[in-house]
């Protein structure tokens, strides 16, 4: 199997690789910083997997759609979009260069790498692609406007991909995770509910993949509750919010 995995040099690109490492697969890494990436496919090819790496930043979409013109050179069998960045949590109104930031890497990144592959997959009649977005997509908090936005936006361009190519035979999926042990999270200056170890993230986002789960958000106790908040009348759902915010201490 051929797997593209964006954001491939920390975090949980890194950890997916090295999960999908072995010789029955071929994995394409893409992700910013080069040495890191190269010290993932090392180690990726240490499990026997053949890896090609591709430096690049997914904000220089120009780069990205070239990217994906060349990817299609060869079968695409699942590529898992998961480069993503976060500006944290704040109260204060978020600087449009942040805000601007967040949905070119975390949104409009996406379709520059998609534009060519999106063919190449129907032509092909399979295919998996796969978003990681986020459990903060479903109800937004006033510290993460910005990020939750993103992920909002990147489910909704998910969903109308899953309509627009299951016809064609082609999976799409949209992976929700709460809070996982990873470079990102280590940021947040706040309790994390329910944080899970990177193993047991990777073990559930893998699991919904090999599944072929068209959403899937985990982990489920922290989705149900955010679901059952969602549903509250407003007025309710405005003092959860306002609590659970003033115990991040924003």
């Known amino acids: 199997m051929r797997i593209v995995i ?4 920390s975090g949980l690109g890194e950890a997916l690789a090295l999960h999908y490492a072995s010789k029955e697969n071929t994995l394409v890494l893409i992700a910013r910083r080069e040495d890191r990436l190269a010290d993932v496919a090392d ?3 240490e499990r026997g997997a053949e890896v090609e790496i591709l430096v690049a930043d997914v904000n220089n979409f120009k780069q990205m759609g070239e990217i ?3 990817l299609c050179e060869k079968t695409i069998d699942r590529i898992i979009l998961n480069a993503g960045i976060s500006v944290g949590h704040s109260g204060g109104v978020t600087p449009f260069e942040d805000f601007h930031r967040l949905f070119q890497t975390n949104f409009l990144s996406v379709h520059a790498l998609l534009e060519p592959i999106i063919p190449k997959v129907i032509a092909q009649g399979h295919g998996e692609i796969v978003f990681i977005s986020s459990l903060a997509s479903i109800l937004t908090m006033p510290t993460s406007i910005a990020y939750s936005s993103s992920k909002r936006a990147l489910n ?3 969903e109308g991909l899953h309509h627009q190519l299951k016809p064609h035979g082609i999976n799409v999926m949209t992976i929700m995770p709460g809070f996982i042990d990873s470079e990102m ?3 947040n200056r706040f ?4 944080l899970m170890k990177t193993e047991e993230g990777i073990a559930r986002i893998t699991h919904a993949i090999e599944r072929k789960k068209i959403r899937y958000a985990f982990p489920f106790r922290f989705y149900l509750m955010i679901r059952i908040v969602s549903l509250f009348p407003q007025s309710l759902r405005d003092k959860i919010v306002h609590f659970t915010n003033f115990k991040k201490g924003a």
């Open 185 to 187: 999270t280590q940021k």
């Open 68 to 70: 994906g013109g060349r």
């Open 6 to 9: 964006t954001g491939a040099s």
């Open 156 to 158: 909704a361009y998910a």
């Open 43 to 45: 180690r990726c090819r």
């Open 191 to 194: 309790k994390m509910p329910f």
